[in-house]
Structures are given as C-alpha cells and as structure tokens.
C-alpha cells in the first residue's frame, strides 16, 4: 500500500464586501467533508447485543458462522462496506454488502458467511470501502 502526503496552501480570495458574503462563506466553511476512511476489519465468531460483530477469531470451524465487521472513520450520510471471499486465491464465491450513516466512527457488521457454506482451507476477504478495495483479511476454515 502506497500512502502520499501532499502539501497545498488555500488559495487566496478576495475580502466580502457585505455581511451576506461573510455569512455564506462561513456556512460553506462549516460544513463537514463527506470523508469516511476504513480504519479496521476483522473476522468474528458472533454478534453482541448491537448487532456487531465480537469474539474476534482467524480460524472457524465448518459449522460455524463467519461475521465480517468493519471500522470506519469520518462523517458520510451512507459508506457502502462490501466484502468478496475467495478460497486460496481462486474466483470470488460470495459476497455481502451494507450500507450505513457514519458519525465519527461506526462499526459495521456484514451478513454472516453461513456455517457450513465453506469447505476447509485458507479464505481471503477483500473488503471494499465506497467501491474501493481498502484492506485484506486472511481467515482459515478448519475441520
């Protein structure tokens, strides 16, 4: 993963001439950036009483079922959080997708990868943020 910083000064703009230009300007300032940034995800072997995923976990058995939760940063009236599993790197076998408002930070919760829906091996879960691909999890699927 790359990261790139950049440096940029705010242009300058001429003075407001009248009390309504100022008072425009000022609400424009003060309106938050529709920015939201995935800050975690993780596996889970079930649902607290929020409905988010807990008891984190890297390996499941046949049966059980996979929760896949997400941490997102920022302020969004919608972040559309999606994952796509594959096993060993092959084709794509399923996927979940949600949407939901963020306020500073959310934690959101996928529809379970059923028990018993994924055979024994090692699983990868590409997580996408707003149709960007944002981070990777690695989980094992054992007897």
Not at 20 to 44: G, I, K, M, R
Not at 45 to 51: F, H, K, M, V
Not at 109 to 128: N, V
């Amino acid at each position: 993963m790359a990261l790139v910083v950049a440096a940029c000064t705010k242009p300058a703009t001429p003075e407001p001439t009248s009390g309504t230009e100022v008072a425009a300007a000022s609400q424009s300032a003060a309106q938050p950036a529709d920015s939201v940034s995935l800050f975690n995800a993780y596996t889970a072997r079930s649902l607290n009483a929020e409905a988010q995923a807990t008891d984190p976990a890297k390996e499941f058995s046949r049966v059980e079922p996979v929760y896949i939760g997400a941490v997102v940063h920022g302020e969004s009236e919608s972040a559309t959080i999606k994952a796509e599993w594959s096993l060993n790197g092959g084709p794509v076998l399923g996927s979940a997708e949600k949407s939901s408002p963020v306020r500073t930070a959310e934690v959101v919760t996928l529809a379970p990868i059923p028990g018993g829906s994924l055979e024994k091996g090692s699983y990868t879960a590409i997580i996408y943020l707003n149709g960007a691909p944002s981070w990777e999890l690695p989980f094992q699927v054992i007897d």
